[in-house]
């Protein structure tokens, strides 16, 4: 029988931010992609950066530490290496780790999709007959004697096998290796317990989503293995993301110590009691901006009946950016009431040392002054009928069969994003940075042209990030300097800040398209960012109903929609990538929450006429479990990932009934694909819709590529579809 472990600390987070106030992290990465470092010196910025994290926890007065929250790329593929699932045909690369998330030349990566509903992406681990599971706890292990040697004791964190096998691919059939996972969590649990780690957490956020009777039946079935092991820490294990509802009388039943809650999303009235456990509170938001109420908190805190409660965050700080006090330009009566990483830690210590004695009673988390909800139902707007609308567009852009696109941006060069900064610092003036605009638009038209590209994109050169550009050209938004956000490997964005009613002041996006247009004769792109995206992706107010903020958005894009039209803009792109990740893990939410925002979608698009095409993308997020209403969105055409996840969406469009283009380049992926790949994939597609209504097209914006890059790649992409457009011509002879 394992020993009884020490009483869980009293204060807590469940994770931290890693990429580095400065974003020291991205740097390193691409450093070392790019050949200019080492793996040493990677890895020693790594250090300096959890060193810098555990010394500052400490300064705050936290009392448990976590340790192995750190990821040089993402913490699921951490998991799939410590569990040794690592696939065969990455083991001969020179890098597997990084083989697995970004591909070689000769070599796809992994799956990868939205953590949850979070716009944080994770690799999607890989388990075949083949896998056989191994333990490697050397990075763990490392990070524990790494905290040690400068002072810290730690509280590793592991993600839990349930949640890993939930994940994994193929879906669901994971389950069935439970026994060989398990066996390598003893052997991790004893290792640990073997180097005097006190506690261990394993997460397990896949317990906050509608589980079937198997499911919970197998994570019962686990915590019972593993709560028996001989030699082992405490077990924590933490459940965030919403209420964990009928698992955590699962977990309580077992010989687990600690469970982790999260009482901002799950609230506190529906928890049970549970005696002869610790509970967890996440009573502090890992997932937005604003402060505390300290009342509110208390009050959850005091509905928890358990031998011992512990203030905590709801879920990791990694959601969060670093430090409101390096945000000295927002508006001082903001700043006031936002809390960073840093905050929050504050915020827990103190609700943990004010436990006892403060009253409840506090309004709102972050309260603005509210605006009067609206209370109406949400309209079902719409345009003509598909079929007429489809007539009038093929009549009036006279596009080829299988059309070739991108996404909407290009490679953001140095020289930009310099100008860009030069700008915001008053070392450039404004008109000098708009002929540079303009240069980089000439150059991305003339490329494209020259490749043979049917319908042309203006690259965005202008724009900072697809969200943030329009925040800082609608009211109701703040944006930060220095509030980066991990999206994924060394992809960070800076979510903006929206604290009060939207409106659109003027034109966003119209200067910069007409001049696209008007460099040449193929039509061009109206790029815009969806209402529900903008709303996904920003820190949101939270005195009114999510649903009500997301229709103050629609109604901006609406406008746009429209004074692009009228400058002669006859493709327009509303973007929704947001739209799943947004989905309620709880199926009874998910249709009321579908409803509302695909009716803000065809409101932000209703005002089109019928010879406007009306696009919408989607990237990344498990897009075919929502296919009918993507449907709904009534676009004229769909562009969605497909090549990344080794277009799984196809056996689900067989009855989508407009313009679709399942990508055929993976763009997060340096590798350029060959033009019989690409064909590949166009065969497939041809093989599921008929060929009048597929597009052809990456499977997300260019951004973050290399020019070189992008112009072999979409170079064969072009090359692909004349092929397979010649076979359709000569078939119809």
Known sequence: MSPTPPPFPASTVLGYPRIGPRRELKRALESYWEGRSTRAELERVGAGLREATWRRLAELSLEGLPSNTFSLYDQVLDTAV???????????????????????????????????????????????????????????????????????????????????????????????????VLACYEELLAALAAEGVAWVQLDEPALVADRTPRELATAGAAYDRLGSAAARPGLFVATYFGDPGEALPVLAATPVEAIGVDLVRGGAAALPELPGKTVVAGVVSGRDVWRTPPGRALAALAGVRADRVTVSTSCSLLHVPYDVEAERDLDPGLRGRLAFAEQKVAEVVALSSALPSVPAGEGPRGAAVPSAPLTAPVPREGRSPYPVRAAAQAEHLRLPVLPTTTIGSFPQTGELRAARAAVAAG????????????????????????????????????????????AEHLDGFAVTRNGWVQSYGSRCTRPPILHGDVSRPGPITVRWASYAQSLTSRPV??????????????????????????LQVADAVREEVRDLEAAGVSIIQVDEPALRELLP?????????????????????????????????????????ILAAI????????????ARSGARILGAVGGFGRGLGPGVYDIHSPRVPDAGEVEDLLRATLRALPAERVWVNPDCGLKTRAYEEVEASLGNVVEAARRLRAELTDAGR
């Open 427 to 470: 070392a450039l003036e404004p008109d000098a940075y708009e002929r540079l605009v303009e240069a980089e638009i000439e150059r991305v038209i003339r490329l494209q042209e020259r490749l043979g590209l049917d319908v042309l994109v203006h690259g965005e050169p202008e724009r900072n990030d697809m969200v943030q550009y329009f």
């Open 631 to 642: 449907d709904g969105l009534d676009a004229d055409v769909t562009t969605i990932e497909s």
């Open 82 to 180: 410590l569990l040794g699932a690592v696939p065969e045909r990455y083991l001969a690369a020179g890098d597997p780790y990084f083989a697995m998330a970004r591909g070689t030349e000769g070599l796809a990566p992994l799956r990868m999709t939205k953590w949850f509903d979070t716009n944080y992406h994770y690799i999607v681990p890989e388990i075949g007959p083949e896998t056989v599971f191994k333990l490697d706890a050397s990075k763990p292990l490392a990070e524990v004697r790494e905290a040690r040697a400068l002072g810290y004791g730690t509280r590793p964190v592991v993600l839990g096998p349930v949640t890993f096998l939930l994940l994994a691919d193929p879906s669901g059939a994971a389950l069935d290796r439970l026994d060989e």
């Open 585 to 625: 893990l709880r199926r009874a939410s998910q249709p009321e929450y579908l409803e509302w925002s695909v009716s803000a979608y065809r409101r932000a698009t209703s005002g089109a006429g019928d010879r406007t095409q009306i696009h919408t993308h989607l990237c990344y997020s498990d897009a075919g479990e």
């Open 525 to 550: 792109k109206g790029m815009l960012t969806g209402p529900v995206t903008i709303v996904a992706w920003s820190f949101v107010r939270d005195d009114l109903p999510l649903r009500d903020v997301v």
